[in-house]
Structure formats: C-alpha cells, structure tokens
DNA sequence: AATAATTTTGGGAGCGCTCCCAATTGTTCA
DNA sequence: TGAACAATTGGGAGCGCTCCCAAAATTATT
C-alpha cells in the first residue's frame, strides 16, 4: 500500500494540511516544518494519489496531445517525434502527465468522444490535423482549453505556436534568386496541413515578387515523405529545373537518390534546399542547405502557453511564431550564375 | 457544473447505486430501470468523472509506455513509432488511455518516482531500455503490473513480447551462406539492447554452425541510425566484406550511401540484408532484402497481455515470441557464387 | 396463504486529496 | 507586560465515485 498524506502528517508529526502546503510548494509554511516534512517525503518516496488530487481541486495535471500521422508519417517525418519529445520533456518538468492520442487509429467522432469526455484532461496540445479541420470546432464547444501546434485556422482566438513557414520558405527561394538561379522548382507537402500550404506560399511569393513566372510543372507533391520525394523529383526532372526547393529533409532525401539515380550532381546540375534540419541532414553527401526550425521548442511553448491559459481565464494571450533559420551548406551551390 | 451519478439519479428517481450500475453494465438492475436510467444518461450526455471513478475504485484505466529513446532515435528508428501506433490503437479499442513516458526526458530516478508512485497507472508497458536495467528492479518492488517489449532480462516471470531477433538474424546471415558469401560482415546495434545483443548473436551462430571463423574486424556497431550505418560501413570497407547483415534497415540506408559513395554496386560488390522491413525499404535502389517484424502487433499483444495479467493476478501467463520473416529482393544478389 | 428464495434497490462508508476557516503559536510595539 | 497583529498549524467538509451490506419488492415453493 502506497503512503498517503494522512500517513505522513503521522510520521513528520505536522498535520495532513501542513504536510499539502509541503507538497503543493505554498507558502505559510515554517522553514522547520517544511524541511522536516519535505525529509519524510524523500524517505518515503511519497507521491500524492494523483486521482484523489484531481477529484478535490477539479485539475488532474495531465494533458492530452492530440497528432494525427498517417501510418507511416510517424517515422518518416520528424516533425511528430521531435514534438512528442518538446511536449513531454516540458510536461515533465512542469509536473503534468501526457496522455497521448495518435488521431489515425481511431475514427474521428470516436476521438473527439473520447477526448471531449474524458473529464480528466486539463488541456490539450493539437497537432498536425488537417486545415480547419471540423474537429476543432467540437473540441471549442467542450470548453477543454487547449493549444494548436501549427496553426490551423484563421480565426486568431484559437491559440497556436507556429514556425514561420512561409517567410522560411520565402528566405529559402529568395536565396535561390540572388545565387542565379531561374528555373526554381518545389516539392511540396500535402496542402491540407498548414506547413504543407505556407511553404509552397512562401514559394510562390518568392517567385512573384522577383517577376518569376509560376510554372505549375515545376511543383510537385511529395507528402513530406522519403518516397513521396524521390518520385516527385522523378517528375520534376522532364522539366530540367536548376534548383528545388523541398519542404522538407525527408523529402529531401528521397529527391537526392532521384537525382544520383539520374546520374546527375548536386549542387551542379541541380541546387537542393530542405527543411527541418533533420540531423542527418548535415552528413548527407552533399550535405544540405536547409531551414532549422525548433519544433521541440514548439512543443514546449505549447505546454507554457496551456498553463498560462489555465490559470489565466480571461486574460488574452498572444499566439506565438518561431523564426527559423537557413543553413547554408553545399546541395544549394555557392558560385552565382551570371 | 457537469452532471454527476447523484444528479441523474434524483432525476430518474432511482439511487445513485442503480445508475452506477447502469453506467457500469452491471447485472442486477430491472429492464425498467436500465432503459429509464439509460435515456436520462444520454439525454444529459453524462458522463463519470474519471478521477472519482479512480480515486473509489482504485482502476484508472489508465496504462503508461514508457520507452527511451535517445533524441534523435526516436525519429531515425521506425521501431518506436510503430510500437507507439499499436500500443495506442490497442488501448483505444479496450477503452484504456495512454500516458506516454520519454524516458530519456527526466533522470532516471525522477522518472521512477513518477512512474512507481503514480497511482494513476493501472499499467505500464516498458520497451527498448538497456538490458537488465535496474530501473527494472524497482519497478516490480513497485507491484505496479508491467510488460516489456523486447526481452529484457533471462528473468522468465518478467513478462514480455519479443520478435524472434535471434533466429531471424541466423536466418539472414545462413542465406548469405546458402548464397556462396564467405566474408559476412554485419554492422550491429547498441548491444546493451536486447535487440542488438539478439541479432548479433544470431549472426555468430550462423557463422559457427557453417564453421566460419568470426572475424571481429568484420563487426562494427551502428547505433541503429543512419548515420551509425553509414560510418559503420566505411570502416567495413576496409575490410573488403562480400556481404553485410545490417541489424536495421536505417542502419542499411546509410550503409548503401557509404557503399554508393565508395563506387561500388550493391549486390554486385557488396550483398547487404537489413532487419525491420520499414516502408522505404522495398523501394531503395536496389531493394532492401529485410526481415519484417511487426512490431505494432507487438505493442497490441503488450496491450492485452496487460489487461489480461490485471485481471488474472495469479495465472500463469506465456511469454509471447512473435517470428519474422525474411523477405528477399535484390540487394543479396541471386546467383550463387561458386 | 405463508414462507423461502431471488431479484432489485438504497444508502452508508470511504478512497486521498484540497479548500477553507478556526485555533494556536510567535512577534511586535506601546 | 499585555494587547494587537502576523505567521503557522490543524481539522472538518466535501469532491463524485465504487463497494458492500441491508432493506424492499418480487417471484417461486410448499
């Protein structure tokens, strides 16, 4: 039988309040006691009972985190590890649980179900559902607060943490430009998730606004995956582009054994920038310009903005987005083309 | 303020124990009363407060994964999403909630804290942590019921799901050896995982049993990442191997590029035979000869060996060792050499 | 028709905590 | 020194459920 606070209220010799004031890290508590109790605590390795926590103060400390791969997305792309990682790592030390829901596993009404009832959740980090998805709208009518990672909407009071995608992708493009280049391709993500859509955006205006035609041969969907790449840039490579830009790293890499499979080289037939900054981007062969972004910052940042959310009913929040940053190696070339 | 058992219970005008009942499709309740109660439940849209339901009952119906990760590993091996997705669907289908433990996030005595004395927990399913880590220890003094995926001690009461490693890796070096190879080279993972530890094994029992001697130039550890693979296979070069049994297909990806960058050709210079079967692999050029081991249907046999040891405390229960298949494409080669 | 057996229902006790207010102790200042 | 105040401590009430046993209603048995 685990110990209860009633039982070290007896050992210490304080009293069960005195002993939760201990635990709960409030004040008006002797240094005597609150040292005393906080030894018999260690001793014991006491834990409160975290269901009768929940029952009396009406707040469980566990969030629920809510991402939607598909089967196979899970490993491939490592936007979700990286977040599960961030998320859990902030939790942990913020004394919440994670309650984790991989949304394809489970029909879509049986999920929002289960979440919306489970009367157990204090909040709720969502990620990488569909744009605008329906399920949002049930999720705001339970009343859970909870956080996007990614924003998924345009109605600003629906709080998110989010990457600046499309100025990155704008950065990435523009670089492109000023190296020389013209015939700039993309390999995009699926469009109905946000990251998908603002850097194929990010793409376009970087073209626009150097008076680049938008040549929508030269774009190509590869579903953020290994596979998904290599045969989009299977496509791409009827129509000779000089450079591509591939919104992600995984993507990336399947695009560079397309392009040796071709027997063509990198950086000189055909210039590659990624993104995410995945780690094994750096030793790749070329090693590949990319755009860093911190997605397990991200995750973190969501849990911060749940607690604050929290505990702060009515106060408004500002939603937050990360800059991220280009890393110039060798797939994108160095030498300008006159 | 949402419903609780005693507000529907003085709305049907029957007591609180009839709807709990009701609620928990109990027997002993009249067809009258259930179908009365039933309709004021989903009229209502009640549903039980979970930490009450925990607190009385002492079943949260709540089981926690624990797995460890290291940072990157989480995304570069396909194992921990996949186990991640069927441990998740399994609990989803059994109305059971999963707490997700990275456990690589918090010093492994904050970690076991939280875990040992978290009351909440009906459950615990552990996976890929180091062989006969101690942690383990403590988690059966602990009482909490537990099983592991992977094998993680010779301890036989220490319940668990494992692939078949060992035979498998046999297997794959054998065909190496049915196919003519003499200098077999593998490139291992970590061997303080069972994982690791299982299929190098095999791989020295093939070679003993076809009376080859093992070279240890010839055995390079890989991490199981890509990049290990990939620095693995460099320093094997040297060696002049005719064929390597890589212990992950991520491993072999980066094995291959290591190959390719050499200007060498697989399976012409060099045989390779991966492990795991990830998506990518049968459509590598060339494609991957792999064991597949499917390890979602590990983590829903974890699932309900879990519910079923919850339930039967005193039973016996058997060990699980899922086989695995060796699935041939052309990265072995074919002909036999002579 | 009376009793026994069975089914159905009701309600007290208690799970381990938090919240709140009252009681106690300690400190300060005239 | 004693009153006024602040800091600290203690314990009752209650969160919403399950568990258990007793009471009531119903049915079966002689």
């Known amino acids: 039988m685990p110990f209860t606070l009633e039982d070290i209220a007896k050992i210490s010799g304080y009293s069960r309040s005195t002993v939760s004031r201990v635990i709960n890290k409030e004040n008006g508590v002797s240094e005597k006691a609150r040292i005393a109790i906080s030894k018999i605590i260690e001793e014991n390795d006491y834990q409160p009972n975290l269901a009768a926590r929940g029952l009396a103060s009406g707040k469980s400390k566990i969030f629920g985190l809510v991402i939607s791969p598909g089967i196979n997305d899970l490993f491939s792309d490592s936007f979700y590890s990286l977040l599960m990682q961030g998320v859990t790592k902030a939790c942990a030390e913020k004394d919440y649980s994670v309650m984790l829901w991989l949304s394809k596993m489970l029909s879509k009404e049986e999920l929002i179900a289960k979440i919306t009832n489970n009367s157990i959740l204090d909040g709720l980090i969502i990620s990488s559902i569909e744009y605008q998805d329906p399920m949002i709208d049930e999720i705001i009518n339970s009343k859970i607060p909870f956080v996007m990672v990614g924003q998924n909407s345009p109605n600003k009071s629906i709080h998110f943490v989010d990457t600046n995608n499309s100025k990155s992708a704008f950065q990435a493009v523009n670089y492109f430009i000023e190296l020389g280049y013209k015939r700039i391709a993309t390999i995009t993500g699926p469009t109905n998730k946000i990251a998908g859509r603002d850097r194929l955006e990010g793409y376009k205006m970087a073209l626009a606004q150097n008076n680049i035609e938008i040549d929508p041969r030269l774009i190509e969907l ?117």
């Open 222 to 338: 590869g579903y953020f995956s290994d596979l998904g790449g290599y045969s989009a840039m299977e496509k791409l490579l009827d129509y000779q582009p000089e450079a591509v830009f591939v919104a992600s790293d995984t993507m990336a890499f399947g695009a560079i054994r397309a392009i040796k499979d071709a027997g063509l080289q990198i950086p000189d037939d055909i210039a590659l920038i990624g993104f995410d900054n995945i780690p094994t981007s750096a030793e790749m062969s070329p090693p590949l310009t990319t755009i860093h972004q911190d997605i397990q910052k991200m995750g973190e940042i969501a849990v911060d903005m749940l607690i604050y959310l929290i505990s702060n009913k009515n106060k408004e929040i500002e939603n937050i987005i990360l800059p991220a940053e280009l890393i110039i190696r060798e797939s994108c070339g160095t030498k300008l083309k006159e």
